[in-house]
């Protein structure tokens, strides 16, 4: 069940965060912030968590691209599934229900940074209508290794331009 967000969801999220910044396929991020700082650094719509029962299995928020009034309707997309419900469609369901949320907050452009290796998530990004823009080859160093970054992005077909 796929529903919004909320404070006392922060630490379930943040440990399915730390497992995926333990792959190193998920984020350059090291560790996972303080509440307050990733609070901070996301938007307040489309903030949403995938339960079972009591169970946080995955999350999904929006952060801005820029503080420049022109990409006000342009996010980015973050989307984490605890490793024990990886590969049962929780990634997909919480993206579907982030494009509707972003929509009903004006937003027309999506995009996601994806490593090339997490192949999963490229996937699930392409069947909720993503497409890849290109990559951005040896965008950042990661334990001393170059890593490139997909770009996908999604436009609105009821939102902006496309609306």
């Known amino acids: 069940m796929v529903q919004p967000m909320t404070a006392e969801d922060w630490p379930q999220v943040r440990e399915i965060y730390v497992e995926g910044i333990a792959t ?17 650094s996301h938007l307040p719509a489309g903030r949403l968590v995938a ?20 990409y006000a309707g342009v996010a980015e997309v973050s989307v984490y599934v605890r490793a024990s419900a990886r ?20 937003i027309w452009t999506l995009q996601a940074g994806i490593f090339p290796e997490n192949t999963a998530s490229i996937d699930i990004h392409g069947k909720a209508g993503f497409r890849i ?22 436009r609105s077909t009821v939102v902006g331009a496309e609306g």
Not at 24 to 40: C, I, K, L, M
Not at 97 to 105: G, H, I, M, Q, T
Not at 133 to 153: A, F, I, P, Y
């Open 24 to 40: 190193g396929n998920a984020t350059f991020e090291r560790s996972a912030p303080a509440f307050d700082v990733w609070d901070g």
């Open 133 to 154: 823009v290109g990559v951005r080859e040896k965008l950042g160093s990661m334990d001393g290794r170059w890593r490139d970054v997909v770009l996908m992005e999604r």
């Open 51 to 70: 339960r079972a029962g009591n169970e946080v299995m995955g999350w999904a928020a929006l952060s801005s691209v820029s503080g420049r009034c022109v």
């Open 87 to 106: 590969g049962r469609g929780i990634g997909l369901a919480l993206l579907r229900a982030l494009v509707e949320e972003s929509e009903k907050a004006g």
